[in-house]
């Protein structure tokens, strides 16, 4: 379903991590791609037809920024609290977990690999996808949250809808009556508050207000798709429910006799096999301090 103005474009595999849904926003004299991390070949319609001005990223994780290189003569758009990422790249390294977990020294190693385009590849993440040094290369401007502004003709409000990071908002379009919700995502696996910027109470704060949008339809950037607002009403409390099933789980290792510190290694949201992957197991390291937090326990050193 594509709407008067505005044209959904889907990743591969349902847009799965790592890739999303993008939204092409065709306002008649401006026209604009946002999150673009459908892919190259999601996008060969668009080459054809389109001329794109402008790239509005909502936040800077690699799914929703990867293809800012596609375009590269489209002035870039982020959020206000990320906006000057893009110029100093660390701050990525920072904010995603890489310097809680593996120090300055590993700053410095990923930005050296993501720089390289022969860099070998993880399995399971996009920790050294070249594509995040190709699409972080152009200065981003910043756009405003909360305050109505277009996009050539068409109205967009960018509701600031931090937890997933800092930044995090999700694009709101009042004449369509529809909200590109981004990672607050409804899938099985649950709400990603993972990175050292993001914050458990926020998310849940944040995906309970972007419910409540005068919006008819609400799209995820991830596998679920376009959902009415009953649908997405509807199915919200269960997947923010994952939060609390998360909790109860540490809580129960905790019981078990297994020490803080030796909980990732036992698989706390990331089952072990997958922690060969050093994103994969700076994640996990990551949510169980968040987890942890929660019961005002010390984050231990991991």
């Known amino acids: 379903m594509d709407f008067k103005s505005i044209k959904i474009i889907n990743g591969p595999n349902a847009s799965r991590f790592p890739s999303c849904t993008t939204l092409l926003v065709d306002g008649g004299d401006t026209v604009a791609v946002i999150d673009p991390g459908a892919g190259p070949e999601a996008f060969a319609v668009v080459e054809d037809k389109y001329i794109i001005d402008i790239i509005i990223n909502t936040h800077y ?81 910043s756009y405003q949250y909360d305050r109505e502004w277009q996009i050539g003709r068409v109205r967009v409000i960018m ?45 849940v704060a944040s995906a309970r207000r972007v419910a409540q949008l005068d919006a008819r339809w609400f799209l995820t ?25 998360r909790q109860e789980r540490l809580e129960s290792m905790l019981r078990e006799g297994i020490r803080p510190e030796e909980i990732s290694g036992h698989g706390f949201v990331y089952a072990a096999k997958y922690q060969v992957d ?25």
Request: include cysteine; charged fraction near 25%.
């Open 159 to 203: 509701i600031h809808s931090p937890g997933h990071t800092r930044g995090f908002c999700c694009p709101y379009f009042p004449d369509e009556g529809l909200v590109y919700t981004g990672d607050i995502d409804l899938t099985g696996f649950g709400p990603w508050y993972f990175g050292s910027d993001g914050d458990i109470e926020e998310f």
């Open 61 to 141: 994780h690699f799914d929703h920024i990867n293809g800012n290189y596609l375009f590269p003569n489209a002035r870039v758009l982020m959020n206000p609290v990320e906006a000057g990422f893009f110029s100093e790249i660390r701050n990525v390294a920072k904010w995603l977990g890489i310097a809680e977990i593996f120090g300055d020294s590993g700053v410095e190693d990923w930005i050296k690999k993501v720089s390289d385009p022969k860099t070998r590849l993880t399995g399971y993440s996009p920790c050294y996808r070249h594509e995040w040094w190709l699409s972080t290369r152009r200065e981003a401007q």
């Open 278 to 302: 050093p994103w994969i197991a700076m994640w996990d390291k990551i949510a169980v301090r968040k987890h942890l937090n929660v019961l005002g326990m010390d984050v231990p050193d991991q």
């Open 221 to 245: 950037g991830h596998q679920e798709g376009l959902l009415s607002r009953k649908e997405f009403k509807e199915r919200l409390e269960q997947y923010l429910d994952i939060i609390n099933q």
